[in-house]
């Protein structure tokens, strides 16, 4: 069993910067890829980015390259969304996921949620 529990969510101004973290418990997290997806008002869950295990692999959404950065330290049992050149529609509820093959880009490769951070992007 894995437990995730995201932060750093917040409501901030176009163009500004966040970044959130997504802490897992137990002693295998280097063993899971690990991945973020987000929820917009009105929208479904949709894929962000993930990170395979050891850093092998990283993935974007398109509308997110050159802006999100991902990162994991297996150290701390933590991966991290670094959020830059923030826009309007990058509003919404953001999910930490975990999932045991080598990469996690969809919601049926997810074994387990984190509960959501809010992040709020004002124009």
């Known amino acids: 069993q894995v437990q995730l529990v995201e932060s750093g969510g917040r409501l901030v101004q176009a163009g500004g910067s966040l970044r959130l973290s997504c802490a897992a418990s137990?002693?295998?997290?280097?063993?899971?890829?690990m991945a973020w997806f987000r929820q917009g008002p009105g929208k479904e869950r949709e894929f962000v980015s993930t990170?395979?295990?050891?850093?092998?692999?990283?993935d974007y959404v398109d509308s997110v390259k050159g802006r999100f950065t991902i990162s994991r330290d297996d150290a701390k049992n933590t991966v991290y969304l670094q959020m830059n050149s923030l826009k309007p529609e990058d509003t919404a509820v953001y999910y930490c996921?975990?999932?045991?093959?080598?990469?996690?880009?969809?919601?049926?490769?997810?074994?387990?949620w984190g509960q959501g951070t809010q992040v709020t992007v004002s124009s």
């Open positions: 137990g002693r295998t997290f280097s063993s899971y890829a």
């Open positions: 996921a975990a999932g045991s093959r080598w990469r996690v880009v969809t919601a049926d490769a997810v074994d387990y």
């Open positions: 990170i395979s295990r050891a850093a092998v692999i990283i």
